[in-house]
């Protein structure tokens, strides 16, 4: 109904919030002040007869009595009803200073950080949680704020030591917010989600509504990759309270199932009633940016750029863009304005390890493991392990290819950080890596030994799709044995276990090159060209895999160089040579590249 920022409502309003409520009594009210004296009023009415059940009118002294004025108001309401003083008794209600806050400044801080918190602006927000702790140290909600908003940056052992001070305040407070802190508090680990899904099951029980329970459960159905029942509680959200967080949280769930025609609509429905939010048009950039739209995604950047320039989504998404658009020193323009423009180093982090991507993507290995090693020494000095972990698993790839024994090594350590932090989803992926890099070893029964691990482990989780690294490792493992249509089956089982390109660690490309490879090594060279032509397609699902984008036109080569068609194999060659023209010395697809290059154009010229 648009109502959410209205000061007041008029009759009509408030009938058609009765009715899409179903309620059948409605509480109109207001409050004067005086000097320190605050006078409230409030009329229950009939929705159907419009008459009035009963009036009442309390005052008292300073922001410290209206919480006591609130309770007060509730027990006449409760009599004006007509209920019996045994009916009274056994409710559920508490005083409203010991449910939230007992501090009224204290919840205006509160107040505030919400509003920051619902706008992605979590360093903001924490800033007011902090403040409103400070005045009431007993706060729970506030903690659980500050823990949602760390969780939401990826610092998770800040996120983990406020929850933690949320639950154990949670014996204080209604039980709206209890069924609230104890889910979050359980949504830490994918091991306890079956207890963080009970908890907010209770909670919507009682209020259907609730946008924490709701968000949250969107959130772990995602997290297991269940984006029907994800998307029913991400629409609950937003039909309730239409901010940036839930609108994100709903279009980001169509992008993964590939409906971005539905996700962009959610924006443009925002920004109807919101003309400046900057993140909107980052986040519709992205959409546009996934399509392969390059053109309106930086054009959203631009939007974004002119509404606050120091945005930083603005600058990713056009470095985002300009490294699709295979402008890879436009690319890091932007990603550089990011360290210019921001103080914090957390906020380095993600713009740092996309340097060391880009790098990647232009052959330049020892640079781009350099740049990551950058990284893990920033997330070293911030303390924050979900970095180290993250950075240290990619690093692990960067060094595979080059020399698979140490990026075993460094595999491992990658995944005593995600043990440590009970990272299943992480722990799951690495596992993956480390069994390839066991294969490029000749250790086939490891790698082996590792896939079945992995199995076990998935079946014993909540995210069934996950088999897809099972199936890829399989496949890997059957490819290196030469049972290829095994190895075929894998892989497409795999593949076919994907979401659809929107996250920024997208996964197709390095499922989809071994399919090919697959192809390949049997024999089926169409088949083969077509897979990799579909990695030479991809948006997003490239992102962080450059390498894979820029030597699948090398295979492309090939494939055409086999089928006799000189020109397009020429054009391949010449595609990958021009992504690699800065690449390391001494790798062996740009001199295989370069020679058959050189052969073709001295048989064309001996002709």
Request: aromatic residues 12%.
């Amino acid at each position: 109904m648009d109502l959410l920022d209205a000061k007041s409502f008029s009759s009509s309003d408030l009938d058609e919030i009765a009715s899409r409520g179903r309620a059948n009594y409605i509480l109109r009210g207001g409050y004067t002040r005086a000097a320190d004296t605050f006078r409230i009023n409030i009329n229950l009415q009939d929705v159907e007869t419009g008459e009035s059940i009963g009036s009442e009118t309390v005052t008292g002294q300073g922001e410290g009595s209206l919480y006591a004025l609130v309770d007060e108001l509730t027990r006449r309401i409760k009599e004006n009803f007509q209920l019996s003083a045994q009916a009274i008794a056994a409710d559920i209600d508490k005083e409203v200073g010991k449910i939230t806050s007992s501090s009224p400044e204290a919840f205006r801080y509160y107040s505030e950080a919400r509003k920051y918190h619902l706008r992605y602006e979590y360093r903001e927000a924490i800033q007011l949680y902090e403040k409103a702790v400070s005045i009431d140290p007993e706060f729970a909600m506030a903690y659980r704020g500050m823990a949602a908003a760390y969780n939401n940056m990826a610092d998770y052992e800040k996120s983990r030591e406020f929850i933690q001070k949320a639950f154990e305040l949670s014996d204080r407070i209604s039980d709206r917010e209890r069924y609230q802190i104890q889910g979050q508090f359980y949504y830490q680990s994918e091991k306890t989600y079956d207890q963080a899904i009970g908890a907010f099951n209770k909670l919507i029980e009682l209020y259907p509504d609730d946008d924490i329970g709701n968000s949250y459960l969107g959130t772990i159905y995602s997290g297991i990759e269940e984006w029907d029942k994800a998307l029913e509680n991400y629409k609950i959200c937003v039909e309730v309270k239409k901010n940036v967080l839930d609108c994100g949280n709903l279009a980001g769930l169509y992008e993964t199932k590939g409906l971005y025609d539905e996700a962009r609509q959610v924006w443009e429905d925002f920004l109807q009633t919101e003309l400046d939010a900057p993140q909107v048009h980052a986040d519709l950039g992205h959409n546009y940016l996934c399509q392969g739209r390059y053109q309106l995604a930086l054009e959203e950047a631009d939007k974004a750029f002119l509404l606050n320039p120091r945005h930083r989504d603005s600058f990713n998404l056009k470095g985002d863009v300009y490294r699709l658009m295979g402008d890879f020193s436009k690319a890091e323009e932007e990603y550089l304005k990011i360290l210019e423009i921001s103080g914090d180093r957390a906020t380095h982090l993600s713009p740092k390890f996309k340097l060391a991507t880009l790098s990647l993507a232009q052959g330049k290995v020892e640079k781009a493991k350099r740049e990551m090693e950058e990284v893990m020494n920033l997330a070293t000095e911030l303390n924050l392990e979900a970095w180290q972990a993250g950075v240290q698993s990619y690093y692990s790839y960067f060094v595979s290819l080059k020399d698979p024994e140490q990026a075993i090594k460094e595999a491992e350590k990658a995944l005593i950080w995600l043990q440590e932090l009970d990272n299943l989803s992480w722990q799951r992926f690495i596992m993956y890596w480390k069994g390839t890099y066991h294969i490029r070893m000749g250790s086939i029964d490891e790698a082996q030994r590792i896939s079945n691990e992995l199995k076990d482990m998935i079946e014993k989780g909540l995210n069934k799709k996950a088999k897809r690294y099972h199936h890829g490792l399989d496949g890997a493992i059957e490819l290196e044995n030469k049972n290829y249509a095994r190895a075929i089956e894998h892989f497409n089982n795999a593949i076919s276990l994907l979401p659809f390109q929107s996250a920024i660690f997208d996964e197709h490309a390095f499922f989809i090159e071994p399919l090919a490879l697959a192809y390949y090594s049997s024999g089926d060279l169409d088949k083969a060209r077509e897979e990799y032509e579909k990695i030479t397609t991809l948006t997003r699902g490239r992102t962080s895999y450059g390498d894979i984008y820029a030597k699948s036109f090398y295979m492309l080569g090939k494939i055409y160089e086999k089928l006799g068609d000189t020109a397009k194999a020429i054009e391949h060659y010449e595609k990958f040579l021009d992504l690699w023209k800065d690449a390391d010395p001494g790798i062996a697809e740009v001199e295989d590249a370069r020679k058959r290059l050189e052969g073709i154009n001295t048989s064309k010229t001996a002709r």
